[in-house]
Structures are given as C-alpha cells and as structure tokens.
C-alpha cells in the first residue's frame, strides 16, 4: 500500500468506527469524541482523495469534514 492508501484508510477506519460506536449505543452523535472521529476521518479521507486527483470524493469528504467542522464549533459554543 502507498502512503495515500494509508492515509485514505486511516480517515475511512475512523469514520466508519464512529458509525459502529454510535450503532452499537456507545457514543451518541453529541458526543466530541464521535465529531472529532468524523471530522478527523473525513479530512484524512478528503486529503487522500486530492492527493489520488478524485473529485467525487473531494466533494463528498469535503462536506463530511465541514458538517462535522460545524457540529464541532456548536459544540464548543455550548460547552
């Protein structure tokens, strides 16, 4: 595997293990530790899909990332 592999693989695991913590019952979607994976996830995974020259997931982990950016910031204005 290359290191843009590792990369994309790494952002995709988070993302994936936050779903399965949240499915599971163990983080709610208000939890920071569930808004850190996904936003930490989507751009290790967005950054990957520039590096690879890959619109469509440029576009989709971008606005994973910003969504999750936002729920990051609420979260922190109400803390």
């Known amino acids: 595997m290359t290191y843009i592999d590792w990369i994309g693989s790494a ?5 994936l293990l936050a779903y399965v913590l949240n499915a599971a019952g163990k983080l709610g979607t208000k939890d920071l530790i569930y ?3 996904n ?5 290790l ?3 990957a899909s ?3 020259d890959y619109v469509p997931f ?9 969504v999750s950016l936002f729920s990051l910031i ?3 204005m109400k803390n």
């Open 58 to 66: 440029i576009i989709l982990e971008a606005v994973w990332a910003t």
């Open 39 to 43: 936003f930490i996830g989507a751009s």
């Open 74 to 76: 609420r979260y922190n």
């Open 45 to 47: 995974a967005c950054y």
């Open 11 to 15: 952002g995709v695991f988070l993302i």
């Open 35 to 37: 808004i850190l994976m």
């Open 50 to 52: 520039v590096l690879m």
